[in-house]
C-alpha cells in the first residue's frame, strides 16, 4: 500500500530558528511532492511544490527531495510565530501524510 | 477568480441519514479530489473525479459516492451515516491528475 509518513512532532523550536520538516514515502512510482500549511480550523494551504531531486528555495522556504532515499523535506529559515501550524506533505497522488505540527516560541 | 468553494460550511446530521455536499473547483481546474480529515489527523484521500468519472478511490467504503457534473463541480453523497463520518470534509481542485491541488475551506459534518 502506498504510503506517505510524517513524524507527527510536536515540533517546537524558538523564533528565528530553522524548523526542520521531514517526510518518506513508499511508492518509488511518485513524481512530485508537495507541502502544505494547516492553521487550526482551516483548509491546507498549498506552500511549494518540487519535482527534482535536490533543492528548490521560495523565500524563507527550501524544500528537499532525494528520490534514491525516498526522502523529502521542508525547512523553514528564520522561523516566526506565524509559521506555528500543521505541515502536510503529499505525493502526486494527492495521499497525504499525517502533517507535523510545529510551534515557533517567541 | 474564485477559488475552490465548497457548501455548506457547516452541517449537524442524525445517525442513519443522508448528506450532500458541493464543491466548486477554481476556475480552469478539471480535476475535483475529496478528503476526510479526522481532528489532529491528516486529509484521508476519499476519491478523486475527472471528466465526470471516478478516476481513483481510497479506502472508503461505498457508502461514500460522488458525482462531477460537466462543469466540473462535484458532489460527495454519504448515505447511512455513522458518528465516525464525523470530520471536516475537503475539496481540492487541480488542472490535472499531478499538478497541485487547491483546496476548499472545506465543510465540517457533525453526526449525532
Known amino acids: 500500500q502506498k504510503e506517505v509518513e510524517q513524524n507527527s512532532g510536536p515540533l517546537s523550536v524558538p523564533e528565528g530558528a530553522i524548523a526542520s520538516l521531514n517526510c518518506t514515502y513508499s511508492?518509488?512510482?511518485?513524481?512530485?511532492f508537495f507541502w502544505y500549511r494547516q492553521y487550526s480550523g482551516k483548509s491546507p494551504e498549498l506552500i511549494m511544490f518540487?519535482?527534482?531531486?535536490g533543492d528548490k528555495e521560495d523565500g524563507r522556504f527550501t524544500a528537499q527531495l532525494n528520490k534514491a532515499s525516498q526522502y523529502v523535506s521542508l525547512l523553514i529559515r528564520d522561523s516566526q510565530p506565524s509559521d506555528s501550524a500543521t505541515y502536510l506533505c503529499?505525493?502526486?497522488?494527492?495521499?497525504f501524510g499525517a502533517g507535523t505540527r510545529l510551534t515557533v516560541k517567541p | 477568480d474564485a477559488g475552490v468553494t465548497q457548501s455548506p460550511t457547516h452541517l449537524i446530521k442524525t445517525r442513519g441519514q443522508q448528506v450532500t455536499l458541493r464543491c466548486s473547483p477554481k476556475?480552469?481546474?478539471?480535476?475535483v479530489s475529496w478528503y476526510q480529515q479526522a481532528l489532529g489527523q491528516g486529509p484521508q484521500f476519499i476519491f478523486q473525479?475527472?471528466?465526470?468519472?471516478?478516476?481513483q478511490r481510497g479506502n472508503f467504503p461505498d457508502r461514500f459516492s460522488g458525482h462531477q457534473f460537466p462543469n466540473y463541480s462535484s458532489e460527495l453523497n454519504v448515505n447511512a451515516l455513522l458518528l465516525g463520518d464525523s470530520a471536516l470534509y475537503l475539496c481540492?481542485?487541480?488542472?490535472?491528475?499531478?499538478?497541485?491541488?487547491?483546496f476548499g475551506q472545506g465543510t465540517r459534518l457533525t453526526v449525532v
Open positions: 481540492a481542485s487541480s488542472s490535472n491528475r499531478y499538478t497541485e491541488a487547491f
Open positions: 511508492d518509488r512510482g511518485s513524481q512530485s
Open positions: 518540487i519535482y527534482s531531486n
Open positions: 503529499a505525493a502526486d497522488d494527492m495521499r
Open positions: 476556475s480552469g481546474h478539471d480535476t
Open positions: 473525479y475527472y471528466e465526470e468519472e471516478e478516476r
